[in-house]
């Protein structure tokens, strides 16, 4: 099992800015995940974090907008850029361990853009 | 490509009555299965999940969910539902054939009545 912290748990951001979420693993992890959950929705997978190597983004997601660091096995940052109210979500990371193929989710980041 | 299908966005029962939650899937590849729950205002936390092996699993809270690998799906059961099951639902397919991926279900909202 993994217990993940996230960072901040919610925040109130203005269009055209930025905001990075922190999420923190209380193991050494291979695969870190980062979701998206819009409102009343389901989550998205936006892209996969491997520690050293490149984020690998999904369609519809783009470096540019969304740049990833995984500097250690047991950290990685999201960083949303240039906000829009449409970036309003919930920002979710997740991590795959032991080889089980089942997930363990942070709480949460809560953005509102406005 | 994968895909999952939950049928019921939307499921309102009496407690201690028994609930079923459909999910079906379809897949290029194998997959594993899973569902996931969503309590309010609390991050995903893993319910149970089929990787091979008999068919129906247990999970935790009286859950159970048998895999039909001819109808391609993996419904969910809890035969006495109560009020603190009210939440979030989620089925979800894992592939690790070309990457490892989890695509999520719409959810379906379990609203326990007293």
């Known amino acids: 099992s993994a217990v993940i912290s996230q960072k901040p748990s919610r925040d109130i951001c203005q269009r055209g800015t930025s905001l990075t979420i922190q999420c923190q693993v209380d193991s050494q992890v291979t695969m870190m995940f980062w979701y998206r959950q819009q409102p009343g929705q389901s989550l998205t997978l936006i892209a996969t974090?491997?520690?050293?190597?490149?984020?690998?983004?999904e369609s519809g997601f783009v470096i540019d907008k969304f740049p990833i660091s995984r500097p250690n096995l047991t950290f990685s940052t999201l960083t949303v850029s240039n906000l829009s109210p449409e970036d309003s979500s919930i920002y979710l990371c997740s991590v795959e361990t032991g080889g089980n193929y089942e997930q363990y989710f942070g709480p949460g980041t809560r953005l509102t853009v406005t | 490509a994968q895909s999952v299908t939950q049928l019921d966005s939307q499921v309102p029962v009496f407690e201690e009555a028994p609930v079923e939650l459909r999910c079906n899937y379809s897949?290029?590849?194998?997959?594993?299965l899973f569902w996931y729950v969503q309590y309010p205002n609390q991050g995903l936390q893993l319910l149970l999940k089929?990787?091979?092996?008999?068919?129906l699993v247990k999970g935790i809270n009286g859950f159970e969910a048998e895999f039909n690998k001819s109808q391609t799906s993996f419904h969910l059961r809890k035969p006495s539902v109560h009020i603190s099951d009210t939440a979030e639902y989620f089925c979800?397919?894992?592939?690790?054939?070309?990457?490892?991926?989890?695509?999520f279900g719409a959810g379906t909202r379990l609203f326990v009545k007293a």
């Open positions: 974090a491997n520690q050293g190597s490149e984020a690998t983004y």
């Open positions: 897949s290029s590849v194998s997959v594993y």
């Open positions: 979800a397919v894992t592939r690790n054939t070309g990457g490892f991926k989890t695509i």
């Open positions: 089929y990787l091979s092996g008999s068919t």
